[in-house]
């Protein structure tokens, strides 16, 4: 009897990951996703934390190995998964990310107009699905939740899910915050399917809450760090600066024609689905080295932000909990505009507010439910002394202003 062929990966995280099946070894070795080795998980957190330069790559296979032991836990309390769905769900939580583009959430809905990665992961999933005789047919169920099945969505997209295990556990792991350290083992220790529902143990509570409580720190700490969050919107305003360009007429290319086609026609539903193939050509090597090449355009706006971003002298960020008043925005603009010789409109580049929203917990997107011994089953913010409660579950908002350093702040 022909052994049957496994590949097995020597993660820094959980150490040996096994992929045991023969699709699961071609779909790793197709060339979409073999990309996630070029598109960083965290964008631009190696500006702050060095060590974060972790790719998409090494997130899904950390998700797909979180996939099988909650998979062979749950089996073990008597959960019937068959073969086919347990396959199903290996490859959906594979190929969860495969429609990011360049620079991940920094860039989405910028480059790529109108349309989420989510949706682009679908695209591309059924393309291999045809491309792999229907194989992937019970993946993309799962994926867009059409399985009957629903906790098998719930692992790879919920609450609970095994990305953001994943993407916790390792993205602490490569920055070196401790805060964002969960207990993943024990809340997969601790997964039950109750009503056709994934939910956790009662035990679990308090793994639970740390969860929570590590994803809230690790927003504030890492993913909306005040530098982070900088260069990510100094990459947004050099994509828009170049869009504005382009639509002027002016002479602006990349240092990619596939770059160029997403930057000449903004995307959309209907370019990427003509183009799906060359959308699976870019990544961050694409952006960056264009970033490089308009370090030299004659465009002062462009050429600024971009050496900027490429020399790391990043655009000061000020974070307050409310708006900040549009005189003292003004005052800053006229300040850049008479230093660099630029117009007022022109400024806004250099100068402009937002905000940023995490939320800890959100009962009303989808519930953490927990299963006590005597068949009760409650939210987690509904349990006695609960940690997290109507507070964490609110989002919490910071107002930011990002300017040149040397602009005096009102």
Known sequence: MA??????????????????HPLLLDIIAHPYYQRLRRINQMAFAH???PGAVHTRLHHSLGAYHLMCNALDELRRKGVPILPEEDLGAKIAILLHDIGHGPFSHALENVLIRDLHHEQISILIMQVLNQEFDGQLEIALRIFT???PKRYLHQLVSGQLDTDRMDYLTRDSFFTGVSEGVIGYDRILKMLVVHQGELMVEEKAIYSIEKFLVSRRLMYWQVYLHKTVLSAEKMLVRIMERAGELLAKGLLINSCSPILDLFLRD???????????????LLDDYDVTTTIKQWM??????????????????????????TPFSEENVTSM?????????????????????GQAVSTTYDPSEEKI??????????????????????????????????????????
């Open 3 to 20: 052994q049957m062929p496994r590949k097995i990966i020597n993660d820094p995280v959980y150490g040996f990951i096994t992929l045991d």
């Open 47 to 49: 500006l702050v934390y």
């Open 145 to 147: 939740n059409d399985h």
């Open 266 to 280: 903004g995307g959309g539903s209907g370019l990427i689905t003509k183009n799906l193939e060359k959308f699976c």
């Open 296 to 321: 030299f355009h004659p465009d002062k706006v462009l050429s600024l932000l971009c050496r900027c971003l490429i020399d790391r002298r990043l655009l000061k960020v000020r974070l307050q909990a």
């Open 333 to 353: 603009r006229q300040q850049v505009s008479r230093q660099e010789s630029i117009t007022m409109e022109e400024a806004r580049y250099l100068v402009f507010t």
């Open 369 to 410: 439910n927990i299963l006590f011994k005597n068949g009760e089953v409650r939210d987690i913010s509904q349990v006695d002394n609960a940690l997290i409660q109507q507070t964490l579950a609110s989002p919490v908002k910071k107002f930011y202003i990002c300017h040149l350093n040397t602009v005096q702040t009102p």
